[in-house]
Structure formats: structure tokens, C-alpha cells
Nanobody, 127 residues
Framework: QVQLVESGGGLVQAGGSLRLSCAAS????????MGWFRQAPGKERESVAA????????TYADSVKGRFTISRDNAKNTVYLQMNRLKPEDTAVYYC????????????????????WGQGTQVTVSS
């Protein structure tokens, strides 16, 4: 069992930066495939980024590529999402999610492939 707790959200002006953290409990975190998702009001949840167990493999949605960076520190049981050059359309509740198995190809973007989810953290970008 893995429990995930996100933090780091807040209000920021367009062009600014935020770093989200997702702290995990459980001894097996270091083996988990981790993802970040977001959901804006009135919209469907969308995938943002994902990272494999050792950080060697990362993937991003086109909408955030070049602006967001996912990373992890297994010694701290934490995965991060560094968000730069934020835009108003990045406003959403951001969730981290964990899968005990590697997600190949485009399956990383499917929320149903993840077994564990955090409660979310709000990110609001003002114009």
C-alpha cells in the first residue's frame, strides 16, 4: 500500500514557476512508476508527465513539454513536478499517481493504469 500526499500548489502569475511535491509512504515507492495528472474545472482529467522507477525515463504531454520537468528522489520517497513559464491554462488541481508496474508506450497517460492517487493540490495561474 502506498499513500501519496501532494503539496506546493498555489497562486502564481503567468510566466512564473512552482514546484509540486508528492510525498509517498511505503517501502516500495522506489519501484513505482509515477505520474502527474491535472483536472481543470469542467474539464476531463489529463495526463501531464510520468517517470519510471529510477528517473531514467520520463515523458510529457505536448502541452507542457519544455516547460515542466518531472523528477524523483527515492531516498526521500518524493516525486516532483517543476513547472516553469506557467500559463493561465495550466490552472487545475494537480494529482500524483503511482503504478507498481512500468507503463509502456502511451499507457502512462491513462489514469486507470495507476493504483494509487493523492488528494490533489490546486494550482492557479493568473493572467
Amino acid at each position: 500500500q502506498v499513500q501519496l500526499v501532494e503539496s506546493g500548489g498555489g497562486l502564481v502569475q503567468a510566466g512564473g514557476s512552482l514546484r509540486l511535491s508528492c510525498a509517498a509512504s511505503g517501502r516500495t515507492f522506489s519501484t513505482y512508476f509515477m505520474g502527474w495528472f491535472r483536472q481543470a474545472p469542467g474539464k476531463e482529467r489529463e495526463s501531464v508527465a510520468a517517470i519510471n522507477w529510477n528517473g531514467a525515463s520520463t515523458t510529457y504531454a505536448d502541452s507542457v513539454k519544455g516547460r515542466f520537468t518531472i523528477s524523483r528522489d527515492n531516498a526521500k520517497n518524493t516525486v516532483y513536478l517543476q513547472m516553469n513559464r506557467l500559463k493561465p491554462e495550466d490552472t487545475a488541481v494537480y494529482y500524483c499517481a503511482g503504478s507498481p508496474t512500468f507503463l509502456y508506450g502511451s499507457s502512462w497517460s491513462q489514469g486507470t493504469r495507476y493504483d494509487y492517487w493523492g488528494q490533489g493540490t490546486q494550482v492557479t495561474v493568473s493572467s
